[in-house]
């Protein structure tokens, strides 16, 4: 008898307890979406595009670089100032571009390239070899090498180097500075259909190698794909070339690769080519001017959710006083 009121009495505790009301989960504040204006590409797909304010004014374009003036590291885009040689830290919040930490390095040649490693900036320092700078403001000797660029794998413990005359090759990263040689990843004695590249990026599993070559007596513009291990993929800009997938390029100015697009710059016919990553066949393409207003540079920066981020050097010096121009680019997975 006794055990059984004792049941009785711990159910009646536990319903008690069950019936009392739970505190309410903390609300989770709406994920900001912008306000994208949807503009129709040459062949009907739908491109987003936002206009961010550039609050601090930044300047990118003093001397335009293709081998690489914007990285990103968690939500912290790093900057590099060709005006002022320095690298600055910003961030996006909402709509506006903001400077959260200025010149975090100085004295940065105007051509340094800027990537990163995962945990640490890369860049090239006066005397032409690569520095690192850790989160801490710490900054130490990278690599030795004089190169064009260097460009981190994203996920992996490694980088690729990057120069005009040389193969890309790939290393890995240990305790801080480049390590042994893995793969060459591009040959020096490049496909036919990209003799000149401008500079490369690396999505974590393929290489873009991008620039211009000669088709025929034409000087074209091509995007090299490769796999880390070195196989060929496929390289986009037909023309002539039966080889090239299909989506004409005249020039490769700058690329950015984002989760299911490879996004061109075509900089000799103002133009903004939107490929598939998969297989390297054209999705749409359009003139930058109906998105930039006929401005001359655009560098292109690759963000989350096949979002890009450009920015654009304006066309007259009245206009730079106000800072570069900043769009966000959205691509609507097809």
Not at 178 to 201: A, Y
Not at 239 to 255: I, M
Not at 257 to 264: K, L, M, N
Request: proline share 4%; hydrophobic share 40%.
């Amino acid at each position: 008898m006794i055990v059984l009121t004792g049941l009785l009495a711990a159910g009646l505790v536990l319903g008690c307890d069950s019936e009392k009301p739970q505190p309410a989960e903390p609300q989770q504040p709406p994920k900001v979406s912008l306000p994208f204006e949807k503009i129709k590409m040459d062949q009907g797909t739908e491109l987003g595009i936002i206009k961010l304010n550039n609050v601090d004014k930044i300047f990118i374009a003093g001397k335009f670089s293709r081998t690489g003036a914007l990285t990103k590291m968690g939500d912290v885009i790093y900057i590099g100032n060709t005006n002022t040689k320095t690298i600055s830290e910003a961030k996006l919040d909402g709509e506006d571009l903001k400077i959260t930490k200025a010149d975090v390095v100085k004295d940065v040649p105007e051509d340094s390239f800027i990537s990163n490693d995962g945990k640490n900036l890369i860049y090239r320092n006066a005397d032409g070899k690569i520095d690192a700078l850790a989160a801490d403001g710490t900054v130490t000797a990278f690599s030795d090498k004089k190169i064009k660029g260097m460009v981190g794998v994203p996920g992996k413990a490694e980088v690729l180097s990057f120069a005009f005359g040389t193969a890309v090759m790939r290393y890995g990263v240990a305790d801080g500075k480049v390590g042994s040689e893995m793969n060459v990843v591009i040959p020096q004695e490049r496909d036919k259909l990209l003799q000149d590249p401008n500079g490369i990026t690396c999505d974590g599993t393929n290489v873009y190698m991008y620039g211009t070559t000669l088709d025929g007596k034409m000087s074209v513009g091509a995007v090299a794909v490769y796999s880390l291990d070195g196989a060929k993929q496929y390289v986009l800009g037909n023309k002539y070339d039966k080889d090239r997938s299909p989506g004409f390029l005249a020039s490769a100015f700058d690329v950015a690769v984002t989760e299911d697009y490879i996004v061109v710059f075509d900089g000799n016919i103002r133009r903004i080519d939107i490929f598939n990553k998969k297989d390297g066949s054209i999705v749409d393409t359009m003139k930058a001017d109906k998105m930039f207003d006929g401005q001359t540079g655009v560098q292109l920066l690759a963000m989350e959710d096949n979002e890009v981020l450009a920015i654009v050097r304006p066309g007259s010096k009245s206009e730079h006083e106000s800072g570069d121009k900043v769009f966000m680019l959205k691509m609507y997975k097809s």
